[in-house]
């Protein structure tokens, strides 16, 4: 399969700067070294090419010399991870829960965003109750979304946006995983907090409270089913707005509804989403895959 890269913006650790006296000499001394290095390279190859310009040798150095000591050019690296298609893609870690997700889910849905869903209790501790990822077919995003963005927007903002209620919108298999951090939290508050959120997106976007749709889609989290942490589940949406429920790779339920695709999307990446941030990355990384 061939291998389709893009800047992948989540923030990554920086190095710790040095704390003590002994390392910060040593840093000092790193950096000595490696700043008189350069500049001694720099200075051999200029007065090895002024003595002798024509030699190649020398042509290759000034040519070293003006493409990496250049002014003008950047020497620092952004802080971004590489998204790819690659079977050996590395997996992605959301820092506040540690949980790992994979660059690639189902060969062919890629991340676009990580963020964590937080409770509070008593109104006065949030707890993280799980981490979760946003994957979109990228042949699907390719086919529906790129014709409708072949021109510029008033705003950078503003097609990041629109892209992002396309995605939602249009017949594009994406998923949401979710995966369990509070190790105390069970199915049936799981199954409680979607019959608020989910409820309120179906009154939105549905125009009424269509109690019979919420019910299927809550009914799924059965009391039986055991959650500690780790655990995985994962809400699919298909080709024909078909939402597949799954919990440990085994599939508890399906429902064709597009106003319940709709209404679970937009408790992830809508415009009052769990995680801001983590919208904000899906709608950064779904403009620069269609940029590729």
Same mark, same amino acid.
């Given at each position: 399969?061939?291998?389709?890269?893009?800047?992948?913006?989540?923030?990554?650790?920086?190095?710790?700067?040095?704390?003590?006296?002994?390392?910060?000499?040593?840093?000092?001394?790193?950096?000595?070294?490696?700043?008189?290095?350069?500049?001694?390279?720099?200075?051999?190859?200029?007065?090895?090419?002024?003595?002798?310009?024509?030699?190649?040798?020398?042509?290759?150095?000034?040519?070293?010399?003006?493409?990496?000591?250049?002014?003008?050019?950047?020497?620092?690296?952004?802080?971004?991870?590489?998204?790819?298609?690659?079977?050996?893609?590395?997996?992605?870690?959301?820092?506040?829960?540690?949980?790992?997700?994979?660059?690639?889910?189902?060969?062919?849905?890629?991340?676009?965003?990580?963020?964590?869903? +937080?409770?509070?209790?008593?109104?006065?501790?949030?707890?993280?109750?799980?981490?979760?990822?946003?994957?979109?077919?990228?042949?699907?995003? +390719?086919?529906?979304?790129?014709?409708?963005?072949?021109?510029?927007?008033?705003?950078?903002? +503003?097609?990041?946006?629109?892209?992002?209620?396309?995605?939602?919108?249009?017949?594009?298999?994406?998923?949401?995983?979710?995966?369990?951090?509070?190790?105390?939290?069970?199915?049936?508050?799981?199954?409680?907090?979607?019959?608020?959120?989910?409820?309120?997106?179906?009154? +939105?976007?549905?125009?009424?409270?269509?109690?019979?749709?919420?019910?299927?889609?809550?009914?799924?989290?059965?009391?039986?089913?055991?959650?500690?942490?780790?655990?995985?589940?994962?809400?699919?949406?298909?080709?024909?707005?078909?939402?597949?429920?799954?919990?440990?790779?085994?599939?508890?339920?399906?429902?064709?509804?597009?106003?319940?695709?709709?209404?679970?999307?937009?408790?992830?990446?809508?415009?009052?989403?769990?995680?801001?941030?983590?919208?904000?990355?899906?709608?950064?990384?779904?403009?620069?895959?269609?940029?590729?």
């Amino acid at each position: 399969m061939a291998s389709l890269r893009f800047p992948f913006l989540f923030s990554q650790p920086q190095k710790p700067p040095c704390s003590t006296i002994a390392n910060a000499s040593s840093c000092s001394f790193s950096t000595a070294v490696v700043a008189g290095g350069s500049v001694v390279a720099a200075a051999g190859a200029i007065i090895a090419i002024t003595q002798s310009p024509k030699n190649p040798f020398f042509e290759n150095a000034m040519n070293f010399l003006l493409s990496n000591f250049s002014p003008s050019k950047n020497h620092s690296s952004p802080l971004w991870g590489s998204v790819s298609l690659a079977e050996n893609s590395a997996p992605v870690t959301e820092s506040r829960t540690g949980m790992s997700f994979p660059s690639i889910l189902k060969e062919s849905q890629r991340l676009l965003g990580i963020g964590v869903r +937080k409770k509070a209790i008593f109104g006065l501790k949030n707890i993280d109750d799980y981490a979760f990822g946003v994957y979109a077919d990228d042949g699907d995003v +390719k086919k529906c979304l790129a014709q409708k963005h072949v021109g510029p927007s008033d705003s950078e903002l +503003k097609q990041k946006e629109e892209l992002r209620d396309h995605l939602m919108e249009n017949d594009i298999r994406i998923t949401v995983r979710l995966q369990i951090v509070y190790g105390r939290l069970s199915i049936g508050s799981v199954r409680s907090a979607f019959e608020e959120s989910v409820g309120s997106r179906l009154l +939105k976007f549905g125009g009424y409270d269509n109690k019979e749709l919420l019910h299927r889609f809550t009914s799924q989290f059965k009391d039986d089913i055991k959650i500690p942490r780790g655990s995985i589940i994962e809400l699919s949406r298909d080709h024909g707005y078909i939402l597949h429920t799954t919990i440990d790779g085994k599939e508890v339920g399906s429902i064709q509804s597009k106003l319940l695709c709709r209404s679970i999307l937009d408790l992830y990446i809508g415009d009052e989403s769990f995680d801001q941030k983590a919208k904000e990355d899906v709608e950064s990384n779904l403009a620069s895959l269609l940029h590729k």
